[in-house]
T-cell receptor, first 115, second 114 residues
Framework: EDQVTQSPEALRLQEGESSSLNCSYTVSGLRGLFWYRQDPGKGPEFLFTLYSAGEEKEKERLKATLTKKESFLHITAPKPEDSATYLCAVQARGDRGSTLGRLYFGRGTQLTVWP | NAGVMQNPRHLVRRRGQEARLRCSPMKGHSHVYWYRQLPEEGLKFMVYLQKENIIDESGMPKERFSAEFPKEGPSILRIQQVVRGDSAAYFC????????????FGDGTRLSIL
């Protein structure tokens, strides 16, 4: 069964202390890997899509990378406003090469950045 | 606001009542997805719809739950005869079309069952 596992479950960083979040996945055929940010009481906010191993995407202090088995979300010099839960999701390839619309989500990493 | 709109934001029902959750997709998006988030759990897929068509309902319970996306108006997730275990946050997402384009989410409906 397709699965997504995120680690660590929670991460506390001091402002400016860089770190990485991990997302490992097992799917029958990856069509896309997605990173979202979720604030309390809100819906997931789209950050990045990665489609193939070796691909990288950057946005401000965030950089996402992808290998054949996992993805990393690197946070450089984080600020308190980066505090949120970061979610990883994958979309799989269905039979006959079609894309299954559904996303499989990990449980997320709750990031807290303190001043 | 051109984002995905969900209403109501909070819904309280007594056991046995019906709950109706609404979702208007982003402008230009024709595909809608519903997910459920239980406390301490991740988002779980329920159903994928296009206008007047259910594409994939494999994540939806066989009984009491139904979804529609009519030609006109919002998508509706309907839960009949609600039970305590239905208490959760229900999120709707939309995307422009087929393929691996990102899904954009609304802020959810928090359903509480008394």
């Amino acid at each position: 069964e397709d699965q997504v596992t995120q680690s660590p479950e929670a991460l506390r960083l001091q402002e400016g202390e860089s770190s990485s979040l991990n997302c490992s996945y097992t799917v029958s055929g990856l069509r896309g890997l997605f990173w979202y940010r979720q604030d309390p009481g809100k819906g997931p906010e789209f950050l990045f899509t990665l489609y193939s191993a070796g691909e990288e995407k950057e946005k401000e202090r965030l950089k996402a990378t992808l290998t054949k088995k996992e993805s990393f979300l690197h946070i450089t010099a984080p600020k308190p406003e980066d505090s949120a839960t970061y979610l990883c999701a994958v979309q799989a390839r269905g039979d006959r090469g079609s894309t299954l619309g559904r996303l499989y989500f990990g449980r997320g990493t709750q990031l807290t950045v303190w001043p | 606001n051109a984002g995905v709109m969900q209403n109501p934001r909070h819904l309280v029902r007594r056991r046995g009542q019906e709950a109706r959750l609404r979702c208007s997709p982003m402008k230009g998006h024709s595909h809608v997805y519903w997910y459920r988030q239980l406390p301490e759990e991740g988002l779980k897929f329920m159903v994928y719809l296009q206008k007047e068509n259910i594409i994939d309902e494999s994540g939806m319970p066989k009984e009491r739950f139904s979804a529609e996306f009519p030609k006109e108006g919002p998508s509706i997730l309907r839960i009949q005869q609600v039970v305590r275990g239905d208490s959760a946050a229900y999120f709707c997402a939309s995307s422009p079309g087929y393929g691996n384009q990102p899904q954009h989410f609304g802020d959810g409906t928090r359903l509480s069952i008394l």
